[in-house]
């Protein structure tokens, strides 16, 4: 009867393994291995579901459109499962070494170099930083790294995080657009001033709630071989006489001796124990222990010497409010693929944001180099002027001031084309720094940078959208709203979490076990016959050896069996009640990022077309102003030959095509500059030119980007350096 009734105790128990609570313990089940497409809804509809939440409705959550697959890198390498067993045993304790960064250039680099100079155009610019460029390289590796949470969630273990802010270590080229990134875990500084907690650090409750169980199994083992010798107390013999008075005198006397002898006892023991340990996705536990010992002692009437014990019990346990149910306990699977996704996104964040910086570093670079020519043009007819003059002085046909007026004409275009030299050389130095790696060849470093590609001023498909077409596709592809979308999943899993952590702890357990011991018998056995107790004669006691004792142990003829209940009940459950009140407010407030995010994505894209606007009249303007005084210079030269102009008009005239040449090159790069950006903004930049986002991944371009609004450069001739010029 005692053995039904522990079976059916024990099917209850297994039963409800299975049983996943409902209404206010319910958790988030486990998202796919692939993210959802959903379509983004209108800003009215995001700004009522996300600012106007109610106690208990679900928020509607904006989504965005553009997402990624789970595992974006192609490599040899799955960092999201473990080293298998088979076929070796040892290969799951194996160190796993990361393969280490190509630390050099790429072959394309010296395909370019020609004639000891760099002809880069904005193509192959973009191509040379998505395999050379080290921000793009650092972000990458945090791909991988987001893979080992993945394999840590599986086996029940916490999140480590990962980083997800954009990586800014190439010079030049920034730009004003918003670049924060976002991620689990808690700020890596303090910036609550007195209000930090411990350590400086302000923590995030996202990841907390009762832990998952351990889901890898694990052994244990004890093996121990103690000797002792220790005393065994006294043992006394004694000995004496004496002799009594006469005629009934109650006198005597009498004499005696004791002797002690004290002894030793041995105690040998060899212990031999064992465990196995799992945990389990439904808040279940398991726990087999075998210990066996082997003792030989000296000790006076042990029966066995030496004797042999061996015990096995095996104990279920089952969470059945706190730490309960399965989408509890794979939240951290879900939240670390959540991770995964977030940090696909910002890698994509990442290499929009470097594309659009190299391209201003580009236009930058291209500026510089036509300054540098245009200062090059302006000190060649100074110089011819000059010249002219000192002839025409000569003969008597020109005043001395003129020639002065001339000569000092020429010193301040030197001084202007050493600068814009020197310009030129330092963005020369920029551009080199984004699109490389190692900058110590001497060749490499020495060689100067032609940019072979000139802004073109046909319009682009994103001049003629509406603001509001523009804000929508924003919607859609913005990886910063993709994020903000994620990290609200994971906020909600985590609010379910501490929902769970409100509760008492109720464990239902149940354990059966046994014990048998054997041996052989020992010398100082004591056997009780007919009342008087003495030493067994030998063989009294049969020999047992460890295979049946063994084999004793599991015939159920010394069963241990049981069914219980662990109870543990906060009386006043404070640090619950503030954490899971914690997780509700940062919630709250990821909801309010998130439409922040829908309002400033709305507010930057309107001013960059807005900007596009207004750059596109400029550079009308400045091309008009340039071709103007391009016309006009001519036509004083021409006066001047005439003799119906003077040295000073010609000097002005110059000095006003130079000043237009220069409006034109910054009008052109501000153009080419705040279009880039608009594209960052509508995270457009990678199907616009064509990027496989896998070759970022992998640091090797497949197919060249086909860069749009660039025209060809007519004669691209590298500028003279400062050394060579008179």
């Known amino acids: 009867?005692?053995?039904?009734?522990?079976?059916?105790?024990?099917?209850i128990l297994l039963v409800l393994t299975g049983i996943e609570t409902t209404g206010a313990f319910a958790q988030a089940t486990p998202a796919p291995d692939t993210a959802v497409t959903p379509t983004a809804p209108a800003p009215n509809a995001t700004a009522t579901a996300v600012a106007t939440p109610t106690a208990n409705a679900p928020v509607q959550l904006p989504e965005p459109v553009y997402t990624?697959?789970?595992?974006?890198?192609?490599?040899?390498?799955?960092?999201?499962?473990?080293?298998?067993?088979?076929?070796?045993?040892?290969?799951?304790?194996?160190?796993?070494?990361?393969?280490?960064?190509?630390?050099?250039?790429?072959?394309?680099?010296?395909?370019?170099?020609?004639?000891?100079?760099?002809?880069?155009?904005?193509?192959?610019?973009?191509?040379?930083?998505?395999?050379?460029?080290?921000?793009?390289?650092?972000?990458?590796?945090?791909?991988?790294?987001?893979?080992?949470?993945?394999?840590?969630?599986?086996?029940?273990?916490?999140?480590?995080?990962v980083s997800t802010g954009l990586v800014t270590g190439t010079l030049g080229g920034t730009t004003s657009t918003v670049t924060g990134g976002?991620?689990?875990?808690?700020?890596?500084?303090?910036?609550?001033?007195?209000?930090?907690?411990?350590?400086?650090?302000?923590?995030?409750?996202?990841?907390?709630?009762?832990?998952?169980?351990?889901?890898?199994?694990?052994?244990?083992?004890?093996?121990?071989?103690?000797?002792?010798?220790?005393?065994?107390?006294?043992?006394?013999?004694?000995?004496?006489?004496?002799?009594?008075?006469?005629?009934?005198?109650?006198?005597?006397?009498?004499s005696g001796t004791t002797t002690v002898n004290r002894g030793f006892n041995n105690l040998n023991t060899n212990t031999y124990d064992f465990g196995y340990f799992q945990g389990f996705q439904t808040g279940t536990s398991l726990g087999v222990t075998f210990d066996n010992s082997r003792t030989a002692s000296s000790y006076f009437g042990t029966p066995y010497s030496p004797e042999l014990t061996s015990q096995f019990r095996a104990t279920v346990t089952q969470h059945l409010l706190q730490g309960c149910c399965i989408s509890l306990n794979t939240r951290f699977i879900v939240q670390a693929k959540n991770n995964r996704r977030i940090t696909n996104s910002a890698f994509?964040?990442?290499?929009?944001?470097?594309?659009?910086?190299?391209?201003?570093?580009?236009?930058?670079?291209?500026?510089?180099?036509?300054?540098?020519?245009?200062?090059?043009?302006?000190?060649e007819q100074s110089q011819k002027l000059l010249s002219d003059n000192r002839k025409q002085l000569q003969i008597g046909t020109l005043a001395p001031l003129d020639v002065v007026n001339s000569e000092s004409s020429v010193a301040s275009d030197q001084q202007a084309l050493i600068s814009a030299q020197s310009n030129l050389e330092y963005q020369q130095l920029i551009m080199k720094q984004a699109i490389a790696r190692d900058l110590n060849d001497a060749g490499l470093t020495s060689a100067p940078v032609v940019p072979t590609d000139r802004v073109s001023t046909e319009r682009l498909p994103e001049e003629d959208l509406t603001a509001e077409a523009l804000v929508q596709q924003a919607y859609a592809n913005n990886p910063q709203i993709e994020q903000?979308?994620?990290?609200?999943?994971?906020?909600?899993?985590?609010?379910?979490?501490?929902?769970?952590?409100?509760?008492?702890?109720?464990?239902?357990?149940?354990?059966?076990?046994?014990?048998?011991?054997?041996?052989?018998?020992?010398?100082?056995?004591?056997?009780?016959?007919?009342?008087?107790?003495?030493?067994?004669?030998?063989?009294?006691?049969?020999?047992?050896?460890?295979?049946?004792?063994?084999?004793?142990?599991f015939k159920n003829s010394?069963?241990?069996?049981?069914?219980?209940?662990?109870?543990?009940?906060?009386?006043?459950?404070?640090?619950?009640?503030?954490?899971?009140?914690?997780?509700?407010?940062?919630?709250?407030?990821?909801?309010?990022r998130l439409q922040q995010l829908y309002t400033q994505t709305r507010i930057q894209v309107i001013n960059a077309q807005y900007a596009l606007t207004n750059d596109r009249a400029q550079l009308t303007a400045a091309i008009s102003a340039r071709d103007y005084n391009a016309q006009s210079l001519d036509a004083e030269k021409k006066k001047y030959s005439l003799g119906a102009s003077t040295t000073a008009n010609v000097l002005q005239q110059s000095r006003n095509l130079a000043t237009a040449e220069d409006a034109l090159?910054?009008?052109?790069?501000?153009?080419?500059?705040?279009?880039?950006?608009?594209?960052?903004?509508?995270?457009?930049?990678?199907?616009?030119?064509?990027i496989s986002l896998n070759d970022a991944a992998m640091g090797t371009v497949t197919q060249m980007p086909a860069v749009p609004g660039v025209a060809p450069a007519k004669d691209p001739e590298p500028v003279k350096p400062i050394a060579a010029q008179p």
């Open 68 to 161: 990624q697959p789970l595992f974006l890198r192609d490599t040899n390498k799955d960092y999201t499962r473990a080293h298998s067993p088979i076929p070796v045993p040892i290969a799951q304790y194996t160190p796993t070494d990361y393969d280490l960064p190509r630390l050099g250039n790429t072959p394309r680099l010296d395909q370019l170099l020609r004639d000891g100079k760099i002809y880069l155009s904005l193509a192959d610019a973009v191509t040379l930083a998505l395999e050379n460029n080290f921000d793009i390289a650092i972000a990458r590796i945090n791909l991988d790294i987001a893979d080992t949470d993945i394999l840590r969630a599986h086996a029940g273990s916490t999140l480590r995080g």
């Open 348 to 379: 994509r964040q990442q290499v929009i944001y470097t594309i659009t910086q190299i391209e201003n570093i580009y236009w930058g670079l291209v500026s510089a180099y036509e300054d540098a020519q245009a200062k090059e043009r302006a000190i």
């Open 665 to 690: 090159f910054s009008a052109e790069a501000v153009y080419a500059k705040d279009r880039a950006s608009l594209r960052q903004l509508l995270a457009s930049t990678l199907t616009t030119y064509n």
């Open 558 to 592: 010394a069963p241990d069996k049981g069914i219980g209940l662990n109870v543990t009940i906060p009386i006043r459950n404070r640090t619950a009640q503030a954490d899971q009140a914690r997780s509700q407010m940062e919630y709250r407030q990821a909801q309010m």
């Open 484 to 553: 903000a979308v994620l990290d609200i999943k994971n906020d909600q899993i985590t609010v379910k979490a501490f929902k769970n952590g409100l509760l008492p702890t109720v464990d239902l357990y149940g354990f059966y076990g046994a014990s048998a011991v054997g041996g052989r018998q020992g010398s100082t056995a004591q056997c009780t016959t007919g009342g008087t107790t003495a030493t067994c004669p030998a063989g009294t006691l049969p020999t047992v050896g460890y295979g049946d004792v063994f084999q004793n142990l």
């Open 182 to 254: 976002g991620g689990p875990g808690g700020t890596s500084t303090a910036n609550g001033g007195a209000g930090t907690g411990t350590s400086g650090l302000v923590e995030s409750t996202n990841g907390g709630g009762p832990l998952p169980e351990n889901f890898d199994p694990y052994l244990t083992g004890t093996l121990q071989l103690e000797r002792s010798t220790f005393p065994s107390g006294f043992s006394a013999d004694s000995t004496g006489t004496g002799t009594g008075g006469s005629g009934g005198s109650g006198g005597g006397s009498g």
């Open 1 to 11: 009867m005692r053995i039904r009734n522990f079976l059916a105790a024990a099917a």
